[in-house]
């Protein structure tokens, strides 16, 4: 299903994706070295309840994974790149972190991650990673807008990726968003421009360029959610949710100033 979104229900998704952009700041400024998964996870149920939020996560139950998730947000350490399951683990200097949060505040979803490099280490590659992700997603953003298609968008994204020197993985990309998490059409983080749906305003769209650092391969952990990858290599993720305007693409899970 394509979900095309009234005026109204933008507003609501306005709030939505400033609820996401907020929560993963505040993540990101307490994750340090010596917090646990299993406390970003309590922080993270604790603001989406006192929003009056719901979680999209706890009771979602999709094939690829051993459902239901059951946990508030997705944490992927280093070799972990999607769908990480919150678990007792520390942080430690360097480690990459990926926070994935996707909420429904007024019944509409807004969908977000960040990757960020805990405390003082900061390994070269890793840094890389994050900005190859960040710099895909921000070419991803400029190619969408009334009139382009979805093709247009996978191209930009897919663009970067390969010329920085990194296989990309087609199994997950980004997705329609509206009144439910995952919804068509899907957003490939590689494709042909000119090909696939041709953008409408009122049109919901969470992009989501990810990359592992020397394979396109994935493997599922033995919690039968978290996706890492084949080789043990670290990986970035990042991801907006976009609105798309008469003007343009609107970024909804931007973090305010």
Known sequence: MIEILTPTDLLRARDSGALVADILRTLKSRSAVGTNLL????WARSMIMEAGAQSCYVDYEPSFGRGPFGHYICTSVNDAVLHGLPHDYTLADGDLLSLDLAVSLGGVVADSAISFIVGDVQ??????LIDVTERALSAGIAAAGPGARIGDISHAIGSVLTAAGYSVNTEFGGHGVGSTMHQDPHVSNTGRPGRGYRLRPGLLLALEPWVMADTAQLVTDADGWTLRSATGCRTAHSEHTIAITDDGADVL???SP
């Open 39 to 42: 406390e970003i996870d309590a």
């Open 123 to 128: 390994p070269p590659e890793s840094v890389a």
């Open 253 to 255: 899970t931007q973090p």
